[in-house]
């Protein structure tokens, strides 16, 4: 019983990126995007006196469960069809599964679950509408967006945007797919000047 309730917990939520990704590419690719994304993330909700140990782990492993989805869907650059997308967008629900049932954290599952939530109610899974996302989930959102248009375009364009193009495109959504009061503290954050730390910037 005792081995029963335990189980999966106290695993170090950095090595699940080796058990779970199909290749060294998949993991490469992962990793630096989940690594800038917990910077981020930890230091926007430090701003907004939310951090702990829940959203520093839930901002690292939000995209875990696209660790095994085929590689020809996740790096592909064309238009996902309809089926693909389906598959992409099934990586919230997993991604929660593995961090409650393997790390047993309910609280930080619960965040990866919602972190493609949008305020206009057109986000997935559930379709929360404002801040029927928690706040760490919002806050997730905003520095994934921004660290896939800086840095990793792998599913969308081959281009990466200036920081200030970013925040410009931040701006633009603020209100319809962010929260736009956390869109302006992000930015401030972005315009004092932020160094993302040497070894999380690895090439794709
Ligand atoms: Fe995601
Ligand atoms: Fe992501």
């Known amino acids: 019983m005792f081995e029963q309730s335990t189980q999966g917990l106290g695993r ?22 989940s690594l800038r994304v917990m910077f981020l993330s930890s ?3 430090k701003r907004m ?3 702990d140990e829940d959203l520093r782990i839930a901002s690292m492993l939000h995209d875990i469960g696209k660790m095994g989805i085929a590689k020809n869907i996740l790096l592909k650059t064309e238009e996902l069809s309809e ?11 997993v991604g929660n599964v593995i961090v409650r049932k393997h790390l047993g954290l309910t609280r930080a599952a619960r965040f990866i679950r919602d972190h493609h939530e ?12 404002g801040d029927e996302a928690t706040i760490q989930e919002r806050i997730i959102a905003i520095c994934d967006a921004f660290d896939t248009m800086t840095i990793d375009r792998r599913n969308y364009q081959k281009e990466t945007l200036s920081y200030e193009d970013a925040v410009k495109e931040l701006q633009r959504c603020s209100w319809t797919q962010f929260d736009g009061n956390l869109v302006n503290v992000f930015i401030g954050m972005i315009e004092e000047g932020i160094k993302i730390p040497e070894y999380m910037l690895q090439e794709l």
């Open 43 to 45: 230091m926007l909700a």
């Open 12 to 33: 170090d939520p950095e090595t699940l990126f080796y058990e779970i990704a199909q290749d060294n590419e998949v993991i490469h690719i992962f990793k630096y995007h």
């Open 49 to 51: 006196d939310c951090y």
């Open 83 to 93: 089926l693909e997308f389906t598959i992409i967008q099934s990586h919230s629900h």
């Open 118 to 129: 949008r305020w206009d109610g057109n986000g997935y899974p559930r379709r929360l509408l």
